[in-house]
């Protein structure tokens, strides 16, 4: 049954409680750990212990992921009809969520000599990994419309997680690579790799599982039956599309320069041994404490003027450090360090602008489809995380990059080091910065978001002709 904004003693305004902001901030460490270590190692993993070809490695990488597309809208659709006493969500991020500490580990467990049969493990291990993420990212993602209906507590709820997922992208990003150094390099390094992070997802499993036990939930309306139909509504909500388009195509991106960031320190920065977790923190840390800042820019520019100055810093930051080579090491850390301002702000403000379209979508049409947008929401970044670390393998592959089975990479040539760095610097800035000049359709604001509760046709009205002014 369709529900109206505010049914099933879902809060019109007011703030959350504090243990609800922690809860659910906690599935950020399911959520980026997952989104961090496969497209950080995953494609070394299986260049430099596998003996894979970049071209096919960076295939098996992507085409996994590929497969989310089609998987994340079922699972939105999913768990839009689910019906349970711990609500529409909670239940998949306990069962979702322990599934994919499992898979997760499975995948850097190697019971095959290196090969087809162990590429082909790799694939299909990863595949069911990503399976099992869709069930836990998607309700996970629909959960904040849900829980609030205030435009400013959506935000505030979205800095909590951000500052989790940075976290948990600190600690993952970092610390796996030093994982796989103290347990012996190579496939027993990468096993042990692979519990540590299923432990990690365990944690965040379980925190935001019973951290939200507390929290209000809508219930959820009746969703699209199939994915054609599900996109027409996606298409629908101007807003919504084109904040969609430029996250996954930023998400590509970032996801670029995750991929890089083991073959930049070893083959730029010529320290593959701790130039890995250096990069890791220089890039997370300051989101940590950045997050606050942030948080005001908001609150001063609005959520879309923020999202823009966040992705030009982060674009700039990523063409700067092309002169990596003739830079000192402290001045390419700290231009990494801009690219981690940036990126905080690209993640919380896009986060917190997706809430508000799904809340514009209820009020406009009368029904609550939260899984429908996050399960293309989720889809979309999904991709575009896979398309970065495939996009990344074949720069390689084009550049001669040799592969190796020893656990080391090889001696390169001054061509394939050249794509290590272009992949690291100039693709990621033109995939960052380009995309912001479609935010001129984006024309959510406090005021437009208030209309469309009180009369949804005079709102739609009023975003139109604020978009048509913005593209004149």
């Known amino acids: ?71 994340n809208p079922v699972a939105g659709r999913i768990s839009d ?41 790799v694939a299909l291990a990863f595949l069911a990994t990503a399976t099992a993420f869709a069930f836990f990212q998607v309700p996970y993602m629909a959960m904040p419309a849900e829980m609030t209906d205030d435009y400013a507590e959506r935000t505030r709820l979205m800095t909590w997680r951000i500052a989790a997922l940075a976290l948990a992208i600190l600690i993952s990003g970092a610390v796996a690579p030093l994982v796989v150094t103290a347990g012996g390099e190579g496939v027993p390094g990468h096993r042990w790799m692979g519990l540590f992070v299923a432990a990690l997802i365990v944690v965040g499993a379980l925190g935001a599982f019973l951290g939200t036990r507390s929290a209000p939930a809508g219930v959820a309306g009746a969703s699209e039956p199939t994915l054609r139909a599900q996109l027409a509504v996606a298409a629908a909500n101007r807003p919504f599309r084109a904040l969609l388009i430029c996250f996954v195509v930023q998400s590509a991106g970032v996801a670029t320069i995750l991929a890089g960031v083991n073959y930049f320190a070893g083959q730029i920065l010529r320290d593959d041994r701790n130039g890995p977790t250096l990069l890791f923190a220089c890039f997370v840390g300051p989101a940590l404490l ?17 999202l823009v100055v966040a992705g030009l810093i982060l674009a700039a930051g990523a063409l700067a450090l092309a002169a990596a080579p003739v830079l000192p090491p402290v001045l390419v850390y700290l231009v990494v360090a ?41 889809a979309g970044e999904t991709f575009g995380l896979a398309l970065g670390p495939g996009i990344y393998g074949l720069v390689l592959q084009v550049s001669g990059y040799v592969s190796s089975d020893t656990g080391t990479a090889a001696a390169q040539s001054d061509t394939a080091r050249l ?10 800035a033109l995939l960052v910065g380009p995309p912001i000049l479609l935010l001129r359709r984006y024309t959510l604001t406090p005021a437009v978001l208030a209309a469309a509760a009180q009369d949804p046709q005079v709102a739609v009205g009023a975003a139109s002709r604020r978009a048509r002014r913005l593209d004149d």
Do not use: E
């Not at 409680?17 to 399911?30: E, F, I, M, N, Q």
């Not at 969500?89 to 019971?111: E, H, K, M, Q, T």
């Not at 508000?356 to 929401?377: E, H, M, N, P, S």
């Open 338 to 378: 801009v690219l981690g301002v940036g990126y905080a702000g690209q993640q919380v403000f896009a986060l917190a602008m997706l809430p508000d379209c799904i809340a514009y979508d209820t009020a406009r049409t009368g029904r609550r489809q939260a899984g429908v947008f996050t399960g293309l929401w989720t």
């Open 290 to 306: 950045v997050m606050p800042l942030w948080a005001r820019a908001g609150a001063r520019l609005g959520k879309r003027a923020a």
């Open 419 to 428: 794509g290590v760095l272009l992949g690291f610097t100039v693709l990621p």
């Open 81 to 121: 009809r689910t019906r349970s006493r711990w609500g529409a969500r909670r239940p998949y991020l306990l069962v979702a969520g322990l599934a994919l500490a499992v898979l997760f580990a499975s995948i850097f467990a190697a019971p095959f000599d290196n090969g087809p049969a162990a590429a082909t493990y």
């Open 1 to 71: 049954m369709n529900q109206p904004p505010g049914a099933a003693g879902l809060p019109a305004t007011g703030r959350l409680p504090r243990p609800v902001h922690v809860g659910y901030a906690l599935g950020s460490l399911a959520t980026g750990a997952f989104g961090t270590v496969p497209g950080l190692l995953l494609l070394p993993y299986l260049t430099d212990t596998l003996g894979v070809a970049a071209g096919v490695a960076a295939l098996l990488v992507l085409l996994p992921k590929a497969w989310d597309v089609l998987v």
